[in-house]
């Protein structure tokens, strides 16, 4: 079992500024990859940001330039730099984990086990 705590998120205006933590602990294997998804209302939950524990990243398109994801691996924590916020970026924003048994596995698309963090309100202000 990996257990998934949140933290960051909130309110912010429109060109503003938030920062989100995710810090992983349990069963966590040493291939792994760490992300954020969001749900806007209405809306289907989307992937913004994930890092490969090789250091490799993913980003939705829509953030990309603006949103910076990194981790410290010692740690298992992510951290998603949210820069000019917009107000379509409003939404739940949910840490996912997802453990690989191998690299190779990692590379196919497919996983060993997916864990879901409880969900952080992000609200962006026109």
């Known amino acids: 079992q990996v257990q998934l705590v949140e933290s960051g998120g909130g309110w912010a205006q429109a060109g503003g500024s938030l920062r989100l933590h995710c810090a992983a602990s349990g069963s966590t294997f040493s291939v792994n990859a760490i992300g954020w998804y969001r749900q806007a209302p209405g809306k289907q939950r989307e992937l913004v940001a994930a890092i490969f524990s090789g250091g490799s990243t993913n980003y939705a398109d829509s953030v990309k330039g603006r949103f910076t994801i990194s981790r410290d691996n010692a740690r298992n924590t992510v951290y998603l730099e949210m820069n000019s916020l917009k107000p379509e970026d409003t939404a739940v924003y949910y840490c996912?984990?997802?453990?690989?048994?191998?690299?190779?596995?990692?590379?196919?698309?497919?996983?060993?086990?997916?864990?879901w963090g409880q969900g952080t309100q992000v609200t962006v202000s026109s």
């Open positions: 996912n984990f997802k453990l690989y048994y191998t690299t190779k596995q990692y590379l196919s698309g497919s996983y060993a086990s997916e864990y």
